[in-house]
Each structure stands twice: as C-alpha cells, then as structure tokens.
C-alpha cells in the first residue's frame, strides 16, 4: 500500500470517528402530524464519484419521484459522473458536486458547502450512514426533516433483501415518511434504471449490427474489474472457451474498461468507448451480460438487460443485480458447469 493510500485510509477512519453521531439526535424528533406536511424540496446525499454508487441510488431517486410527483431534487455528489446519469431524469434540480480530489480544489470545495446552506429543503437524506460527507452535508443542510440513514433493526428483520445497497435506503426513506403521516408503501423496490431515450437504443442497436454483421443474438461480458474484483487472465480464457462452446448460437462481445484491457486477450469481438450512456445503449441491445462486480456490472443492470454478476468476495448480498432476471453466482462455490447452468436460466426467462 502506498503511503497516499496509507494516509488516505487514516484520514477515513479519523472523519468516520468524528461523524459517526452525527445525526443522532434526530431519531427522536418529534413530528407534528397536526400541520399539513408538503414535500416539493429535497437534498439526496452520496458524496461518491464511483459509477456504481451513483447508479445505485437511481432506485431511491425513483421511489422519492413516485411519493413526491412535482418535487424538486438536488444531488450532493462527487465527480463529473452525476450529469450523466441522471440525463433524463426531469426531477433534479441541481447537481452539487463536490470536487473529486478537495484538498487540490480547497476553493470549490468550500463553495459546495456554501451553495448547500444556502438552499432551503424539506428532507435531507443521506444516503450512506458510513459516508462522512454525507452526514456533514446532513447536518449542515437548512431541512425541515433530517434523515441520515442509520440502521433500521425492524425493517432488518422484516426485508431480508434489506443489506442490499440500492435497496436499504430505499425502506429507510420509506419508513421515515411513516413518521411523517404518509401510508406505507409495500411496491417492490425499483430497479437500477439510466433511462436510456428510444434513440439511444436505436444507436446502440446500430453499433451491435455493425459489430456482429449477422442476425444472431448477443451476449455482452466484461472482463474487467478493479483491485481482487478482477479475475486473472487464465480464469477468463477457461471461462471464454467454456461460453463459446456453450453459446454457438450467439455473438459474444465484450465491452472494454477505459483501461482499453482485455483479460481473454481481446479474442472476442470488442467494442470501447469512454461515453457510458453509449456503452449502456450497447448493452441494452444484447440478450445477457455476464461479468465480475463493477460499475459496468450495475450499468448493464441500469439498462433493464439480464445481469449475471460474478463475485469472488463475501458481499454478494450487498451488490448483486437484480430484476429483469438477473443473477448473482459465487464463484468461490461450484464449478463452470454449474455457473452454466445459472446463465441458461437467465437466458431462458429473458
């Protein structure tokens, strides 16, 4: 570990000490359900520039929308990757985006402070309990009703889906508006959704056509993934000559990172591009996609196409895709043979 990392990591551990009761006080508040409650202001909270954070709270940002038809909603957030994302989503308001490297931009990073105390909000919510920003931005934000996401134990022991990272924050808001008065919503939790326009799946189906040039149909993998997440070069190429004997049938491709890096040593047909609304269109026009935890994982997730996530750690639970007939396999348990099998299904149901 470098000594950036070294400190980086001590820094972390240092503000989550300092923040972790941050908020505390709030879970008694007490709500006068006598005055008439009218939500049309809200601050969501996810201080983090990873493609699949911000993906996975386009599940909350629905369910706020679907409770709250005309409001208005900021995004507190970090990076460039927000405006994208949330394209076509009519409802936010501003993106306030903390810079992703602060203590390089000490100016922008105390004007998003500024412009977040001067707004005014009926509900803050922090998306993330552990996430230090969030909590600050929480505390500091001018709300009626305050929100910082902590553990609920009841809606534990009541979703067993509850440790999913997309979904807790999902039962929490919808518990706190209990609080407020408003009736329980029992729906199933949206799924991951990038809102993909009619045109952008008509260019994403012209840029499959023009890979593949025949009328088959497509599996899409991703090879690629960050730190431990990444399977080696050999237990792809295993798995490539397994999914080609399998799939005859089928195209495979496969979505290069920005990394321009192929694990299977670019044998299948590639497609690379560094816009994401592009690689999502591309995936959308595809029967499955199958690869390891990451944020293209949870992309393909957000195109509403069948996603098979491979995972080699123990958060499983946390992460994996879901709706639209996705899967999660853990390839610490079974064989090829059985992952097979678990995508033939996928396959199937799609």
Same mark, same amino acid.
């Not at 949330?86 to 993106?95: A, G, L, S, V």
């Not at 045109?199 to 840029?207: A, P, S, Y």
């Not at 047909?269 to 499955?288: M, Q, W």
């Given at each position: 570990?470098?000594?950036?990392?070294?400190?980086?990591?001590?820094?972390?551990?240092?503000?989550?000490?300092?923040?972790?009761?941050?908020?505390?006080?709030?879970?008694?508040?007490?709500?006068?359900?006598?005055?008439?409650?009218?939500?049309?202001?809200?601050?969501?909270?996810?201080?983090?520039?990873?493609?699949?954070?911000?993906?996975?709270?386009?599940?909350?940002?629905?369910?706020?929308?679907?409770?709250?038809?005309?409001?208005?909603?900021?995004?507190?957030?970090?990076?460039?990757?927000?405006?994208?994302?949330?394209?076509?989503?009519?409802?936010?308001?501003?993106?306030?985006?903390?810079?992703?490297?602060?203590?390089?931009?000490?100016?922008?990073?105390?004007?998003?402070?500024?412009?977040? #105390?001067?707004?005014?909000?009926?509900?803050?919510?922090?998306?993330?309990?552990?996430?230090?920003?969030?909590?600050?931005?929480?505390?500091?934000?001018?709300?009626?009703?305050?929100?910082?996401?902590?553990?609920?134990?009841?809606? #534990?022991?009541?979703?067993?889906?509850?440790?999913?990272?997309?979904?807790?924050?999902?039962?929490?808001?919808?518990?706190?508006?209990? #609080?407020?008065?408003?009736?329980?919503?029992?729906?199933?939790?949206?799924?991951?959704?990038?809102?993909?326009?009619?045109?952008?799946? #008509?260019?994403?189906?012209?840029?499959?056509?023009?890979?593949?040039?025949?009328?088959?149909?497509?599996?899409?993998?991703?090879?690629?993934?960050?730190?431990?997440?990444?399977?080696?070069?050999?237990?792809?190429?295993?798995?490539?000559?397994?999914?080609?004997?399998?799939?005859?049938?089928?195209?495979?491709?496969?979505?290069?990172?920005?990394?321009?890096?192929?694990?299977?040593?670019?044998?299948?047909?590639?497609?690379?591009?560094?816009?994401?609304?592009?690689?999502?269109?591309?995936?959308?026009?595809?029967?499955?996609?199958?690869?390891?935890?990451?944020?293209?994982?949870?992309?393909?997730?957000?195109?509403?196409?069948?996603?098979?996530?491979?995972?080699?750690?123990?958060?499983?639970?946390?992460?994996?895709?879901?709706?639209?007939?996705?899967?999660?396999?853990?390839?610490?348990?079974?064989?090829?043979?059985?992952?097979?099998?678990?995508?033939?299904?996928?396959?199937?149901?799609?």
């Amino acid at each position: 570990m470098s000594i950036l990392k070294k400190v980086n990591k001590v820094r972390r551990i240092i503000t989550h000490g300092l923040t972790k009761n941050i908020g505390s006080s709030q879970n008694n508040q007490i709500i006068d359900l006598t005055q008439k409650i009218e939500i049309k202001r809200i601050l969501i909270s996810r201080p983090n520039h990873r493609l699949g954070n911000l993906l996975l709270i386009t599940p909350l940002v629905q369910d706020v929308v679907a409770a709250f038809p005309a409001c208005k909603i900021d995004l507190f957030v970090k990076g460039g990757l927000a405006p994208i994302v949330f394209k076509n989503y009519p409802n936010i308001n501003y993106i306030i985006e903390l810079p992703k490297k602060p203590f390089k931009n000490l100016a922008a990073y105390f004007k998003v402070w500024v412009k977040i #105390k001067k707004q005014k909000y009926d509900i803050v919510i922090n998306v993330d309990k552990n996430s230090s920003s969030g909590r600050l931005s929480a505390q500091f934000a001018d709300a009626k009703y305050k929100f910082f996401g902590d553990d609920d134990e009841a809606l #534990k022991l009541e979703h067993i889906d509850y440790v999913h990272i997309a979904k807790y924050p999902v039962y929490e808001f919808r518990q706190f508006l209990t #609080k407020l008065g408003f009736t329980k919503n029992d729906n199933p939790i949206p799924p991951l959704d990038l809102k993909l326009s009619s045109l952008e799946i #008509k260019e994403g189906h012209k840029i499959i056509q023009e890979l593949v040039k025949n009328d088959k149909k497509t599996i899409c993998i991703f090879t690629y993934a960050t730190s431990d997440k990444c399977y080696s070069e050999s237990w792809w190429e295993e798995f490539y000559e397994r999914l080609l004997t399998e799939y005859q049938d089928y195209n495979i491709i496969e979505i290069l990172p920005v990394e321009n890096i192929s694990q299977i040593g670019f044998k299948a047909l590639t497609f690379y591009s560094k816009d994401i609304r592009e690689i999502g269109s591309v995936i959308a026009n595809t029967e499955i996609f199958i690869g390891a935890d990451s944020g293209i994982m949870h992309l393909a997730s957000s195109v509403l196409t069948p996603t098979v996530g491979l995972f080699s750690r123990a958060n499983l639970k946390t992460y994996e895709p879901y709706n639209n007939n996705s899967v999660a396999i853990n390839t610490n348990t079974g064989d090829k043979e059985d992952w097979i099998k678990i995508i033939n299904k996928a396959l199937i149901r799609s």
